[in-house]
């Protein structure tokens, strides 16, 4: 099977190598886990050694996350007049030419990689369950017609009984789970990444501990993060 390399220290160890090629995988944690930083590093690397990407956002302005992936030495203009990156711009009232408006941009890049940050930010766009769910399942269909390897955001509510997806469908579309928790220990807060899924590959079982810094995040593939249960 053909990986696709995170190139984020630890991560790829954890997923055996890197996300099966052509595979969907979930991303999901609550807010502040470094979701956005963890997708923004999965595309930067992959530019930076000629596998072009898509970054759809759905969250914050492409502005934003160009500013504020600077501080970690990712600078996203320079690959954007390479055409080797590309932010692609929606519009929330064209919600339903997203499909097409995603398709064009990958041909015209060439993207290999793509982020959907976040699917639960679309579900602000698409108030009906059904038309959700069909446009997310959609969305995956094409990314693998296209042979995109791609990082779907899912910003899950902390909460008594936890879930992995905030529409309860994400699941389902993904081939691939990655979990991101944020646990109270005492008087601090420990930071920590699950593959939990990861179709027809073999993975870490374990929690294990990731640092954001001014490198961004970098997961220690031989440790287990400590929760208090
Ligand atoms: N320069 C930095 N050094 C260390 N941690 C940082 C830095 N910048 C942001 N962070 C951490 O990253 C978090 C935001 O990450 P982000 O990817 O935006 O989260 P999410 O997308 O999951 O909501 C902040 O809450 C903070 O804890
Ligand atoms: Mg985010």
Request: proline fraction near 3%; aromatic fraction near 10%.
């Amino acid at each position: 099977m053909d990986r696709v390399k995170t190139y984020i220290e630890g991560l790829d160890t954890i997923l055996s190598g890197g996300i099966p090629e052509n595979q969907v995988v979930l991303l999901t944690g609550t807010s502040g886990t470094g979701k956005t930083i963890l997708s923004s590093q999965y595309m930067y690397n992959g530019a930076m050694k000629n596998q072009p990407g898509v970054y759809l956002s759905f969250e914050e302005p492409a502005s934003m996350i160009r500013e504020n992936m600077k501080e970690f030495g990712m600078d996203f203009a320079k690959l954007e007049h390479a055409k080797k990156f590309a932010f692609m711009k929606y519009e929330p009232y064209r919600i339903e030419d997203i499909n097409e408006m995603l398709e064009s941009t990958i041909r015209e890049i060439g993207a290999r990689r793509v982020v959907i940050d976040s699917v639960s930010a679309l579900g602000l766009h698409i108030r009906d369950q059904a038309a959700l769910r069909e446009l997310i399942f959609k969305l995956s269909i094409t990314l693998r017609n296209l042979n995109c390897t791609t990082i779907m955001v899912s910003e899950i509510v902390q909460g008594k009984s936890p879930r992995l997806s905030r529409y309860g469908v994400e699941e389902f579309v993904a081939d691939g789970v990655i979990v991101l928790y944020y646990e109270r220990f005492q008087s601090t807060f420990n930071r920590g990444i699950q593959v939990w899924k990861l179709r027809g590959s073999s993975h870490s079982m374990k929690i294990h501990p990731y640092v954001i810094d001014k490198k961004g995040i970098t997961v220690n593939p031989e440790d287990d993060m400590f929760i208090r249960t």
